[in-house]
């Protein structure tokens, strides 16, 4: 049995999907966790993160429900009253941040980690090539790293593991087929769920990483 452990948070995007993909090729047996907070995507990011639990073979998952995002509001992922924009990649900090989302995803990924007695916990954070999310930056990270590890018993050793924060969304294509990663499975629109659109941040990120790198996005869009 492996006892080297790591809890990855896996929405069912491409980051986090490498960063899950990362961690197995660094040898690590994987606890997979998945949020549902009532993201307009919420179905179909759950079918992707079973996808690639599938693919990986994943013994341990747990997907946790956590409604209060929808209550809290003040997001276009989780407020269906404010439109996703689509007019291109927001500079600053956009109206699809959700408040302090990476931040409790930690919080109880770190419960998760404790109990599972996990070395390290992955998160598929990007900071160079993001949409400037305040909670993808390494500062945050280390911030977060000091925190859990004062919060937690004195046995519990935990490392935030980030290995996709400086890279391009081209290197994270790259990356992933280089590991044989199913980009397939992978869902990143934060609009639709039967074919991406295509024309939100999320989407134009990824089809920018996609041409940059020289190959074909191999899930469906709109038009």
């Given at each position: 049995m492996n006892s080297k452990k790591a809890v990855c948070i896996l929405s069912g995007g491409m980051d986090s999907t490498l960063s899950?993909?990362?961690?197995?090729?660094?040898?690590?047996?994987?606890?997979?966790?998945?949020?549902?907070?009532?993201?307009?995507?919420e179905k179909r990011e759950l079918k992707a993160f079973r996808d690639i639990c599938e693919d990986l073979q994943i013994k341990k998952k747990y997907e946790i429900d956590i409604p209060f995002f929808t209550q809290i509001g003040a997001s276009a992922l989780t407020d269906k009253?404010?439109?996703?924009?689509?007019?291109?990649?927001?500079?600053?900090?956009?109206?699809?941040?959700?408040?302090?989302?990476?931040?409790?995803?930690?919080?109880?990924a770190t419960a998760i980690a404790e109990k599972e007695e996990a070395q390290a916990?992955?998160?598929?954070?990007?900071?160079?090539?993001?949409?400037?999310?305040?909670?993808?930056?390494?500062?945050?990270?280390?911030?977060?790293?000091?925190?859990?590890?004062e919060g937690t018993k004195e046995s519990t050793k935990v490392e935030i593991k980030t290995p996709l924060v400086h890279l391009m969304k081209n290197q994270i294509v790259e990356k992933s087929l280089e590991l044989n990663v199913p980009l397939k499975h992978t869902w990143s629109c934060y609009?639709?769920?039967?074919?991406?659109?295509?024309?939100?941040?999320?989407?134009r990120l990824r089809l920018n990483g996609f041409k940059q790198a020289g190959t074909t996005d191999p899930i469906p869009y709109k038009g």
């Amino acid at each position: 049995m492996n006892s080297k452990k790591a809890v990855c948070i896996l929405s069912g995007g491409m980051d986090s999907t490498l960063s899950s993909y990362i961690a197995k090729d660094e040898g690590y047996e994987i606890i997979a966790i998945h949020f549902n907070y009532g993201q307009r995507t919420e179905k179909r990011e759950l079918k992707a993160f079973r996808d690639i639990c599938e693919d990986l073979q994943i013994k341990k998952k747990y997907e946790i429900d956590i409604p209060f995002f929808t209550q809290i509001g003040a997001s276009a992922l989780t407020d269906k009253t404010i439109d996703v924009p689509t007019n291109g990649v927001e500079t600053g900090v956009p109206i699809t941040y959700v408040p302090f989302r990476n931040g409790i995803f930690l919080s109880i990924a770190t419960a998760i980690a404790e109990k599972e007695e996990a070395q390290a916990l992955y998160i598929g954070v990007v900071e160079e090539d993001s949409s400037g999310y305040p909670d993808c930056t390494d500062s945050f990270i280390d911030k977060m790293t000091s925190a859990i590890n004062e919060g937690t018993k004195e046995s519990t050793k935990v490392e935030i593991k980030t290995p996709l924060v400086h890279l391009m969304k081209n290197q994270i294509v790259e990356k992933s087929l280089e590991l044989n990663v199913p980009l397939k499975h992978t869902w990143s629109c934060y609009k639709e769920e039967e074919e991406a659109c295509g024309v939100c941040d999320s989407c134009r990120l990824r089809l920018n990483g996609f041409k940059q790198a020289g190959t074909t996005d191999p899930i469906p869009y709109k038009g």
